[in-house]
């Protein structure tokens, strides 16, 4: 048997499923991982010098890991971050460098993705996103 040049191809695309799936495989091992774990994973390190700041972006991530978890688990939580976040003491004079208006923005979402009160199709779904976000990048980011 003489091999064709679709034959080729139907090597090729046997081989590339192959890899995907390979690909995939490893992939959904470490996500999987990554969801048994019982604390948020910090993925970014924060770059604010004040650590009152970096621990109140820890508290954050704890309140937004039980989002979706009962009052009885969520509310404690919510309090700690709170607490937290009066503690900080600002003197920045910019506005934009201020992480107390990243850290309420994010509360913002936090509670509104809480409370259900965001209307619209993707609503809830852009809500949890943008909460990601907010503890990915600990600040707040439209992108």
């Known amino acids: 048997m003489q091999l064709r040049p679709r034959h080729f191809v139907l090597i090729a695309i046997i081989i590339g499923i192959f890899a995907f799936n390979v690909y995939r495989h490893r992939h959904a091992q470490q996500q999987s991982t990554f969801s048994q774990q019982a604390a948020p994973v910090l993925l970014t390190p924060s770059t604010y010098s004040d650590p009152a700041v970096n621990n109140t972006w820890i ?6 890991a039980l989002r979706d978890a009962p009052a009885v688990q969520f509310q404690p939580a919510l ?3 709170n607490k937290a976040q009066a503690a900080i003491h600002t003197t920045t ?12 923005n994010c509360k913002v979402w936090l509670v509104s993705y809480r409370s259900g009160t965001l209307t619209g199709p993707n609503a809830h779904t852009q809500a949890s996103e943008h909460i990601d976000r907010c503890v990915r990048l600990h600040r707040d980011a439209a992108f």
């Open 79 to 81: 309090d700690v971050f």
């Open 59 to 64: 508290d954050f991530e704890h309140v937004a």
């Open 93 to 104: 004079v910019n506005a934009a460098a201020d992480p107390t208006i990243d850290l309420e």
